[in-house]
């Protein structure tokens, strides 16, 4: 697996890194970003063998995010809820495997993520079972990679306190209204609220239906998402030169490698306020030129502090507020 690694690390430090300023204030990211990442074959960093994939452990698909996370956060963002789909594909979902995987896996097709339905509370965005199929209704309020994917996984909430999990294989479609939101980090994510009005699913495109567990943890999703913010802070230690930071970044990473279900929100909330600290310390190391736009120090400022908000369920936020 160390192949993965390094063609993450290749991609990072000759593509994504001296690009990373000019990504940071383009309307949308670049879409040779992702193709560079596709040509790789980093797209079936969870893929099977037999269809172009690697087959990743947690481990090595958290380094590569790791790497791709400290070329440029905005593209790992958007490349790393590619691999929800995968994921759900690789364990099944009828003939949507046979019909999607190969090219979800090769980066010909590019999937992003709805999770509104997952999340504690009533939903903004909700299924009702129409036929053999769904028909999906409401809004789900942070959908990135518009404009770079094709492919949505939707999950809704469903009746009886259930969540459908869904795949939509076509964007432009009546029913479907995007708003842009305006970021101060990470705006070339095409991040936007969606809209679904009737959106109506076939049968053969339900992934799922399984009992809402708001409070059940996902340490797979967490730890991925703790590999952003180690990639952050491995771009200001690289900036930096060698200093304390060097010995807790890895700390930081060895304790989200090691935790399991019952802390792995508190690992994540702790990688989280760690990039924090190494872009602060940046910015103090780097002096007043620092908030100059052409200068990276303020980007990975403004990146560390989407990592405190980003993904933060209940467990993630009472950890940070404790750190803070």
């Known amino acids: 697996m160390t192949d993965v690694i390094a063609r993450a690390e290749e991609i990072a430090d000759g ?5 990373a300023l000019a990504t940071d204030r383009a309307e ?47 593209t790992a963002l958007v490349w790393l809820q590619h691999h929800g789909l995968v994921g759900n594909l ?66 809704a909430r469903g009746p009886d ?19 842009r939101h305006e970021l101060a980090v990470l ?23 399984a009992p809402h567990r708001p409070g059940e943890t996902n340490a797979l999703s967490l730890r991925l998402n703790g590999s952003l913010a180690l ?6 230690c690289a900036l930096l030169g060698p200093t304390a930071l060097d010995e807790q970044l890895d700390e930081v990473r060895n304790r989200l490698d090691t935790a399991g279900d019952d802390d792995i929100a508190e690992a994540r909330a702790t990688a989280s306020a760690f990039a924090h600290k190494a872009a602060t310390t940046l910015l103090v190391h780097t002096g007043s030129r620092s908030i100059e736009l052409d200068d990276h120090a303020q980007r990975l400022a403004r990146e560390a502090m989407f990592l405190m908000v980003f ?8 950890a940070l507020l404790q750190m803070v």
């Open 15 to 19: 593509l994504l890194f001296p690009a």
């Open 28 to 74: 949308l990211l670049p879409v040779g970003n992702l193709d560079a990442i596709a040509d790789a074959g980093l797209y079936g960093l969870f893929g099977p063998e037999d269809l172009g994939g690697w087959a990743a452990d947690l481990d090595t698909a958290g380094a590569a995010v790791e790497r791709i996370a400290s070329g440029c956060l905005t």
């Open 90 to 155: 690789v364990l099944g979902a009828g003939c949507l495997r046979d019909e999607w995987l190969a090219d979800l896996c090769s980066g010909a097709r590019r999937s992003g993520i709805v999770f509104t339905g997952l999340l504690p509370g009533p939903s903004s965005l909700n299924a009702v079972a129409d036929g053999d199929g769904w028909v999906i209704d409401g809004y789900a309020p942070w959908v990135s990679g518009w404009g770079r994917i094709d492919t949505l996984q939707v999950a």
């Open 161 to 179: 306190d259930t969540v459908v999990t869904v795949a939509l294989g076509e964007l432009d479609r009546p029913g479907l209204t995007a708003g």
């Open 187 to 209: 705006d070339a994510s095409g991040t936007v609220k969606l809209t679904f009005d009737r959106v109506g699913i076939d049968a053969d495109h339900v992934i799922g239906v």
């Open 231 to 236: 990639g952050v802070a491995r771009r200001c």
């Open 311 to 318: 993904g933060s369920r209940p467990a993630i936020r009472s």
